[in-house]
């Protein structure tokens, strides 16, 4: 089995910006309770900006619950923010607030964007998206994963760092 392919590819289950034409393609297993996830962020959202269409980002969770405990609802929180159309901007709010992932905190984030608070919370607390979350975190140790971030570009590991200028590297830019 080769660990350096992304298992599965990406498809209609997953998390994308970009369009699926675009030549380049960066998928990031990452916690949204892990700093260098959050720095990862940063550089990510300066890729997408900077090379538009030509870039097709995904992303798919790996929660180290052991590591980051509040990791785990953080990411249901951003697919219960998904179930209501919003999921890229619960990704940008839990990154831009790493250090505060209670659940008041993430019903605040629920607020800000406007969602329906009510659904929000009862998803959260009956662990509705659970399952999402564990097939990301399934697909990443299939694919060879055991830390965040990890990035895949166009389907093989990036071993490389996770600055801007590895990442361009490595998509051969």
Not at 5 to 27: N, S
Not at 30 to 36: A, R, V, W
Request: with cysteine; net charge negative.
């Amino acid at each position: 089995m080769n660990l350096g392919l992304l298992k599965p590819p990406l498809g209609d289950r997953d998390h994308i910006k970009g369009l699926a034409t675009a030549p380049l393609e960066l998928v990031e297993y990452g916690d949204f309770e892990c700093p260098h996830c959050g720095r990862a962020a940063v550089v990510v959202n300066q890729l997408t900006t900077e090379l538009g269409d030509r870039l097709r980002f995904a992303y798919r969770h790996f929660p180290l619950a052991k590591m980051h405990p509040h990791a785990r609802k953080a990411a249901m929180a951003s697919e219960a923010a998904a179930a209501q159309g919003k999921f890229w901007e619960m990704h940008d709010l839990l990154f831009a607030n790493a250090g505060k992932l209670e659940l008041a905190d993430l019903l605040s984030y629920a607020a800000t964007l406007e969602l329906d608070v009510q659904r929000f919370e009862t998803e959260l607390l009956i662990d509705t998206h659970a399952p999402r979350v564990q097939e990301d975190v399934a697909s990443g140790v299939r694919s060879g994963v055991n830390g965040t971030p990890t990035f895949f570009i166009n389907g093989v590991r990036h071993n490389g760092g996770y600055t801007i200028e590895s990442l361009k590297e490595g998509l051969g830019i």
